[in-house]
């Protein structure tokens, strides 16, 4: 650990806008296509994309952003 090292709080505002702007398409996108060639029963749609949105938002999307944010901070 490095001693008196200061962490900075994440601006909360480009995070809620980041998170609107990547979820927009997402959402906009995906259940249509998973109605077009997976399903059409309205749960499973539903279920279908949020097993592939709620991952790719927390695990792809939001750390490389934050990722980004932290080495802006730093210059």
Same mark, same amino acid.
């Given at each position: 650990?490095?001693?008196?090292?200061? #962490?900075?709080?994440?601006?909360?505002?480009?995070?809620?806008?980041?998170?609107?702007?990547?979820?927009?398409?997402? #959402? +906009? +996108? @995906?259940?249509?296509?998973? @109605?077009?060639?997976?399903?059409?029963?309205?749960?499973? #749609?539903?279920?279908?994309?949020?097993?592939?949105?709620?991952? #790719?938002?927390? +695990?792809?999307?939001?750390?490389?952003? @934050?990722?980004?944010?932290?080495?802006?901070?730093?210059?």
């Amino acid at each position: 650990m490095i001693p008196n090292k200061q #962490v900075l709080p994440s601006n909360q505002h480009a995070i809620a806008i980041f998170t609107f702007v990547t979820l927009l398409p997402l #959402v +906009y +996108y @995906i259940p249509p296509w998973i @109605i077009h060639n997976l399903t059409d029963n309205h749960l499973f #749609v539903t279920v279908i994309s949020l097993m592939i949105i709620v991952p #790719v938002v927390s +695990y792809v999307a939001m750390p490389l952003f @934050i990722k980004s944010l932290k080495i802006l901070e730093e210059r």
